[in-house]
């Protein structure tokens, strides 16, 4: 939808707070406030997206002050909860506040918000109309749209996942360079909080390259892709892609939450972008779920903290395009160390103020993402928090083992792996090196 200067203006007429104009230019709303929440919130606390509330106008921005200072200061919104202090911190998608950010917005709430001159307001952003294919003006309409079954979620009741299957009805195999999905009402952003579409198709043996791996399980069914609101879709890189399978079918999982409103027929649609028929990118990228439960084994004990740890060889080599972890409501941390062939160690990434309810997926940069030579081994490492000192905790002295529920427990991380051949690879690894500098004369 398009915020249109009629908020602002409206806001104006409205208010009549004192415009404190101080010598050291204080903190104000329409100075330095308004341009993060425009950059870093409105896309989804705004009327008709996935948010409670909005944070438009400086009443909605005022009337939320104290817990926006609450959940900015904890890092918990917007939501990146990734560790800032190591490992990579170049992605395609971080929507994170800076430290400045996160000071001039507590520094706003501290000095009891004041507005500022309605000159300092930055114009209203526009943002894009989410009910058509985003994608659409460059690949032209999606070449397959798949539909989940229709869902009635009641006004009251706990959070459901969906888990409908549909038939891709494709009878030739066809390379994906993009994907999106979106929910067809709507309306219905308010309720769907999070989409994974999961791809089963029967695969060749070895295709994983992860042959041999400890305590891992050979899966056909890959993540095709995830949706959050803040994310429209997945392009690949012009030589990658994935394969869809004659035959394949689509597992959904619609993650739901009532908002005290009725919702019938809920419905999602995934729309897919091909390349041309008879077109073979040169890599081929597949969705890699690391299990870090040691095959379903989670030993959690009441008033506890547990870490449980697992390990991969990779048997090629390859680029690891993105990072999603995922726990349920004692789930804490969640880390990503490399160890190379010459036995040096890289920690490439880590979530260390998971969210339960965030799916977050980490995609690195293409400058960053990092490329693993073969015999490299990712160690995983999960910690759960069993304590009161969890937030999210339901119950400390409960014993908490692995299962489906969100008051089980689960770890695994979600991995998009683009397998190369060794030449490949080393073709990859040079054109990261910074050129030799000219040799002056
Ligand atoms: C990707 C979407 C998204 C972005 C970006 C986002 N939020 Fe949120 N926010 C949500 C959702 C959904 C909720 C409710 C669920 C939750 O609390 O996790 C929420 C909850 C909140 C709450 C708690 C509301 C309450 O009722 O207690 C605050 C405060 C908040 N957000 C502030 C912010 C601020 C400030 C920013 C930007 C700096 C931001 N959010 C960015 C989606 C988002």
Known sequence: MTITPHHWITLFVATSFPIVAGAQAPVTFTKDVAPILQAKCQECHQPGSIAPMSLITYEDARKYARRIRTRVLARV??????????????????????DGEIATLVGWVDAGTPLGSPADLPPAPTFPDPNRWQYADQFGAPDLVLRSRPYDMPARTQDKWFRPVTATGLTEERWVRAIE?????????????????????????????????????QRSAGLFMEWAVGKVGEIFAADAGKLMLPDSKIR?????????????NVEVELGIYFYPKGFVPAR????????????????????????????????APARLENFQPHMHMRGKALSLEAIYPDGRKELLSSVNNFQWNWH???????????LLPKGTVLVFTA????????????DPNQW????????????????????????DFEKLVAARKPAPRPIPH
């Open 284 to 315: 081929r990228t597949v969705l890699r779920m690391f299990d870090v439960s040691r095959g379903s084994e989670l030993d959690i004990a009441p008033n506890a903290m547990a870490m449980t740890q697992n390990f991969y060889v990779m048997q």
């Open 252 to 264: 959904w999982e619609v993650h739901m939450h009532a908002i005290g409103q009725e919702m019938k």
């Open 383 to 394: 910690w759960h928090d069993n304590t009161a000192a969890n937030p999210n905790n339901p």
């Open 181 to 217: 999905i979106k929910p067809v009402n709507p309306e219905h952003r308010k309720v769907v909080h999070h989409v994974l579409t999961l791809l089963e198709q029967r695969e060749a043996e070895g295709v994983t390259g992860l042959a041999h791996e400890a305590h891992g399980v």
């Open 360 to 370: 977050v997926n980490y995609v690195y940069a293409d400058s960053a993402a990092p």
């Open 77 to 98: 919104m917007p939501p990146w909860h990734l560790d800032k202090t190591v490992g990579i911190q170049a992605f395609k998608n971080d929507r994170s506040l800076t």
């Open 400 to 423: 908490v083992g692995w299962g489906d529920r969100t008051v089980d427990e689960m770890a695994h991380v979600w991995v998009d792996v683009t397998y190369l051949n060794q030449a």
